[in-house]
């Protein structure tokens, strides 16, 4: 028999088996105590108390909840919900107005359950008190990443009310930096009415969320109403107007903008104004933008679009257009820019095993002679144009431009550019 135990794994899972029903059934015939640790809202009662006069309160997030244990057998434990247990605080049982902060005692009740078997992690709870502050901010539009349909931009949104007064500890309104109402106007493609919440943001930058139950506002809890006016796109020409003259003897010659065009947006009536302008927009540009005073050479400079339209005007650049760049040709008086196209360029011992480009396709090459003669020159005819490329191998080179031009014509500047030389690829004959 002895053997036979010893060597029945059988029998030795069977016994396991029945030990831990034995178990079981002793568990649930007892019905343990034992103890259950629940986290409970601490709810306010009598804020009346504190908040009079000029004085409120608040609660670090940290102490809004409290660790409530209860210590009883299983079943009674099985039948209780969180939302059975109550924590209160009652702002007139304060040990000492004179210390900062207060602090509140805690009770805690739960049906069913005698006081003697419920613990708390902390009997008492700090409570700041402080004054009361009141400030009016201007309510900024936020339209967030939301985009209007097609060929649309938001032109003006009006929001009513435009400013709203909060109150609450001062504390956290000198927190607060900005109010925003968040409107979305996705897809929108005519004008309409749109209702937003107000985003309370802090110094830093971040929302104010967790401290907005301490905040009381004038406008009470309704939506902002928001009327939002959609403007038209549509492309049009610049044409610059700048101060001053360069140095005596030379002039303006070209004036090219990048881009030449730029997208605006405005109200019906101002783009058909535009139309009736063949949709140009004449921009002047003051000196500290492109000063050509006295020069003698070409002018550059980057126009801020934003700088030249009245914000609260009834046109103004897309969202797109940030800026144009403005370069200013400054010639001798009678001479001209023409462009050189590159194709019409000789090449003088460039080897038979390179290839040749250019980073543009043409060259400006400026041409000095009478009024006549300027008006029927032929830059592509007239033009005798060669770069010398002897004993050049593999890379990129600064290379002066040879001129010949008929008689009556002088060459204002030499021309120079940048060639790109590379070795041919050999195609490989696989033969039949």
């Known amino acids: 028999m002895k053997k036979l135990l010893k060597n029945n794994l059988a029998l030795k899972i069977i016994s396991v088996i029945v030990a831990i029903l034995i178990w079981y059934v002793v568990v649930e015939v007892s019905d343990p105590i034992r103890p259950q640790t629940y986290d409970v809202p601490v709810n306010i009662t009598h804020a009346n108390y504190i908040e009079t006069g000029k004085k409120t309160y608040r609660i670090d997030d940290q102490y809004k909840t409290i660790k409530v244990t209860i210590r009883d057998n299983r079943t009674a434990l099985s039948k209780i919900k969180e939302a059975d247990i109550v924590a209160e605080a009652d702002l007139t049982q304060i040990v000492d107005m004179n210390t900062s902060p207060v602090y509140v005692p805690v009770t805690v009740s739960c049906p069913g359950i005698r006081g003697e078997n419920i613990s708390l992690s902390r009997t008492t709870i700090p409570v700041i ?5 009141q400030q009016t901010f201007n309510i900024d539009v936020d339209t967030g990443d939301t985009v209007p349909g097609r060929d649309y931009e938001v032109g003006k949104i009006t929001l009513n009310p435009k400013t709203v007064t909060i109150t609450g500890p001062k504390s956290i309104i000198k927190k607060i930096d900005r109010v ?27 929302p104010v969320t967790s401290d907005m139950g301490y905040l009381r506002f004038d406008i009470g809890s309704t ?3 928001a009327s939002v006016d959609l403007w038209k796109k549509e492309n049009v020409k610049i044409n610059i107007e700048l101060e001053g003259s360069p140095a005596r003897g030379y002039q303006v010659g070209e ?8 997208t605006v947006v405005g109200t019906d009536e101002a783009l058909a104004e535009l139309e009736q302008n063949g949709n140009q927009i004449t921009i002047p540009v003051s000196k500290e933008v492109v000063d050509i005073k006295n020069q003698k050479s070409d002018v550059r400079g980057t126009l801020e679009l934003s700088s030249v339209f009245d914000k609260d005007g009834t046109i103004r650049p897309s969202e797109g257009a940030a800026a144009i760049v403005i370069n200013v040709t400054i010639l001798p008086n009678g001479s001209k820019e023409f462009d050189l196209d590159v194709e019409a360029i000789k090449t003088n011992g460039l080897g038979e095993n390179m290839s040749l480009s250019y980073d543009q396709p043409t060259l400006p090459i400026r041409i000095k002679a009478s009024d006549d003669l300027l008006e029927t020159f ?4 007239m033009i005798d144009a060669s770069i010398d490329l002897t004993g050049k191998g593999e890379g990129d080179y600064p290379v002066d431009v040879g001129i010949k031009l008929p008689d009556g014509y002088e060459l204002v500047d030499t021309l120079k550019t940048t060639v790109h030389l590379k070795q041919k690829v050999q195609g490989t004959n696989t033969g039949p």
């Open 180 to 206: 925003k109402a968040e409107v979305s106007v996705d897809g929108m493609t005519e004008d309409g009415e749109k209702t937003a919440n107000l985003v309370i943001y802090d110094k830093n930058g971040e």
């Open 255 to 262: 004036i090219i903008t990048s881009p030449s065009e730029i």
């Open 378 to 381: 032929d830059s592509a005819s």
């Open 129 to 133: 008190i402080e004054d009361i502050e």
């Open 223 to 225: 939506p902002v109403q």
